[in-house]
């Protein structure tokens, strides 16, 4: 009868669902699907990688053009998060500053919309060219955070830059 017990109450906790934290793709639309919906602005939507959709930005001239969107995070705060995507860049030369390039990156905020922890490192920070690359990084959301923007983005810098299948697990 233990055994019986012991082997329902198993086959019980593995059928039931997984909670937010199962891998869950807390980004509104990272798959690009629903064309610009969800994010900051209009960009061009084209063929990614494996048939996948992918946004496109172009700077011709140096230029901030960034992409961004909030989400909101669990209290409590989870232990980490991750945010991952594809990049793949052409000609991309960086502006003045070192961090002027294609980029993936976070930012956290607390409940005012203020800046919470130091400026993360970027998921992905790059110039040059290379086809379709995965990026992924993890970060332990800073004590006070309510939100996390996630950004792609050409920043300051010219060339061509493609994201695709960009996700935030919590």
């Known amino acids: 009868l233990k055994t019986f ?16 934290a199962s891998n869950d793709n ?5 798959d690009f699907k629903n064309k610009q919906s969800a994010w900051s602005d209009a960009f061009e939507i084209v063929e990614g990688p494996q048939g996948q959709l992918a946004a496109h930005l172009n700077n011709t001239s140096p230029r901030w053009n960034a992409r961004k969107q909030s989400v909101k995070l669990p209290s409590p705060l989870p232990p980490y998060i991750e945010i991952s995507g594809k990049m793949k860049i052409k000609d991309v030369k960086k502006g003045v500053k070192d961090w002027e390039r294609a980029r993936i990156m976070v930012v956290f905020y ?15 920070q790059a110039e040059g060219s290379f086809d379709w690359t995965d990026f992924s ?20 810098c010219t060339g061509q830059a493609w994201f695709a299948d960009l996700r935030c697990l919590v």
């Open 5 to 20: 017990l012991a082997l329902t109450a198993l086959l019980y906790a593995l059928s039931m669902p997984v909670a937010a």
């Open 137 to 156: 990084a993890q970060y332990r959301p800073p004590e006070g955070a309510a939100s996390v923007e996630v950004s792609f983005a050409l920043e300051n």
């Open 110 to 124: 607390d409940g005012q919309g203020k800046r919470a922890g130091d400026w993360p490192a970027p998921v992905a």
């Open 26 to 30: 807390w980004l509104r639309n990272g």
